[in-house]
């Protein structure tokens, strides 16, 4: 029979240890504060945060040799280089943590503590540490004790038009897609890193709202074909792609030729009465169209590039966003792929097998967000490095939604599916010459 009083003290960590994790503001922070004031000389220290600085100081200096044999010590008043301590404020609890605000020392700047925030992450035996700087001359820095993305929770329901919130970020916080905010997105990621399910989720946050779905599907149809019935429109090859995107452009052309007789800017400036329905375009294997077998190809892949660039390009003013996934998005698929990442202010990547997707989709961003992102583990699908709108980059991990999920959210509201027909039925009122569209293009 086990030790009664060992078994107690047992249940008496366990519950101890509970405590700490559930109720960690009042338990853990005042211990932990005390602790990061503590040993914040050292740290500083042991990063490289301190500085040499001159100070008068009394030292002990020697002197002349005496009859003895022994050296006189002597005092002197001079001036001698010291480490100067970034100082810091009372460390403040958070949800997964806590933060504390840092005043730089001059001649810093946040990224010297970007570069070492792994370090401070060591140091304090946390999970990760997060650096932003809210205001010129300091910094906050945010440490997660535990990774707060090994589980998440179910997709809630989108009240908002053209956003959904698919997951959470590493801070806590929702990871919402606002398409109001960012029109175009960028999505990379491998075979089974969750670009599919980060489409589900998407698909499932959409599909009750007032908007127009529209699918590019090159893997022949498999991935959105189940979601037809909530699809304005679908391609599944090359050729169907290219008629749908001379549609986009028509669409566009459409809308532009109203707003301009409306006197709008946008197609959000226009009375609720005639406003067209916004349009979400979703693109499954980006690469598909721009890979090309043999030359026969060259001038469809040009054609399919050119208005695909379009799109993003001045799409967003007419209610047209898009949303552009692959597992394989390298330089070497053509200076149009380069083109349209410009204007892919979103950036997601998962997990990938090769640096130059990784590079392609975050590397003009942050090279901090780069290294996070290859460095994400096979088992830990969902996982995703995100260029957010608020100009940050963070870990993020989307909701789990099954395509059982996907398919039933579009047959349960395939009745608010707006038809493609329709849609592009209205002919513009006066005839708008393309060269037109060539000199928005290079303004």
Known sequence: MPDLPHSLFVLAGALAVLATWRFWPVVGYPFTALSVRASWRKVSLGCGLTKKRARWA???????????????VRRRFRRVAVDTTPW???PLPTRHGWRVTVHLLEGQIPDD???????????????????????PGRVVLAAIIRDPLMRVDRLPPSEELLKVTVGRLE???????????????LSAGATQSGKSNLANALIVGLAPQPVALVG????????????????????????????????LVTLMLNRMDLCRRTGARNLWQLPSVVRPVPVVVLVDELAELYLMADRSEKDEIAHTSTTLLRVAR??????????????????????GVTALRAQCSGRICHRVNDPETATMTLGDLDPAALVSARAIPAETPGVAIVASQDGQWYRARSFHVSEATAEHAAWTYADLTPSWAEITADAPATEFDPADLDELLTA
Request: include cysteine; glycine fraction near 10%; hydrophobic fraction near 40%.
């Open 88 to 90: 810091i404020r009372l």
């Open 314 to 335: 001045l799409g967003r003013a007419f209610g047209i966003y898009l949303f552009c996934c692959g597992q394989r998005i390298g330089s070497d698929l053509g200076p």
């Open 58 to 72: 009394f030292t002990l200096t020697p002197g002349a040799l005496v009859s003895t044999g022994t050296v006189k």
């Open 216 to 247: 590019f599907d090159l893997k022949g149809g498999v991935e959105f074909t189940p979601y037809a019935p909530r699809l304005s429109a679908l391609a599944t090859t090359r050729t169907e792609s290219v008629g749908l995107l001379d549609d």
């Open 113 to 135: 503590y970007a570069q070492v925030a792994e370090r401070l992450a060591h140091s304090w035996g946390v999970h990760a540490v997060r650096v932003s700087s809210p205001r």
């Open 171 to 185: 801070t806590g916080a929702p990871w919402v897609i606002d398409f109001r905010i960012v029109p175009h997105w």
